[in-house]
């Protein structure tokens, strides 16, 4: 099923409407609309240099647009992204959105469990009230008996999971996940998408996916992709 670029029959959580991005000469987003109901996935395809990574973090608010503004629909009321400064940006990333990386970016000196309770202590929660909703998230994620080991001492694929339990322990509304299973083998990374589905729609929490892969983007409710900075084609899948 074929739907028109941006659309969705339900309320958003989170909402682009008309971003630009440049580089220099390079354009990276041309006039990009987006939205995102809650509990829904969305996979962001396209060639490299199509757009797609700047897409996610100007949803995210790693990066201003150039144009265009990005709202979401936090239970509070509506914020504008992309009027707030940035270190009110950086505040709402760490309350109202989550991150999974290819690589992670998990903390080696530390453990499983002390890498999952990071934001929460950064928003000044004490160690170990933060390390309890961590505990149970690795638990959730079938890494129960593992929160003392160091990354390291993990495989690739139980090091995602701990990326994944990091990205749900503050509530947020909304998991951006940055080519999550790039470095994962095929049996892994159908393991880790499944994780990550069921730790985000599976608790009515909106998750955008950037992806080169047909099989990680066919688990999301829908598949967008890009082609030099515009969204050409938008396929419901679910």
């Known amino acids: 099923m074929t739907a028109s670029p941006g659309s969705s029959s339900a309320y958003p959580v989170l909402h682009a409407a008309a971003l630009t991005k440049a580089y220099g000469s390079a354009v990276a987003l041309a006039g990009v609309d987006f939205r995102i109901s809650a509990g829904e996935s969305v996979a962001i395809m396209g060639a490299s240099g199509s757009g797609k990574t700047t897409l996610l973090h100007c949803l995210a608010g790693i990066l201003k647009p150039d144009s265009g503004t990005v709202v979401l629909n936090a239970p509070a009321g ?3 992204v992309t009027a707030l400064g940035e270190s009110e940006r950086s505040r709402l990333r760490r309350e109202s959105f989550g991150f999974v990386f290819q690589q992670g970016l998990l903390l080696p000196e530390l453990t499983a469990v002390e890498n999952v309770a990071l934001p929460l202590m950064i928003s000044g929660t004490p160690r170990k009230v933060a ?3 961590a505990a149970e998230w690795l638990g959730r994620l079938g890494l129960a008996g593992m ?3 160091r990354i390291g001492e993990l495989s690739g694929g139980q090091a995602q999971r701990v990326a994944i339990a990091r990205a749900q322990v503050t509530g ?6 940055d080519e999550p299973t790039g470095a994962l083998d095929s049996s892994t990374s159908a393991e880790v998408m499944a994780a990550l589905i069921s730790a985000t729609t599976g608790h009515g929490r909106s998750l955008v996916v950037v ?3 047909d099989d990680v983007a066919s688990r999301c409710a829908r598949v967008v992709r890009l082609s030099d900075g515009r969204i050409v084609d938008e396929v419901v899948t679910r």
């Open 78 to 80: 509506p914020v504008e």
């Open 131 to 133: 390390e309890a909703p």
């Open 147 to 149: 929160e003392r080991r």
């Open 172 to 177: 947020a509304s909304v998991v951006f996940a």
């Open 211 to 213: 992806t080169h892969d």
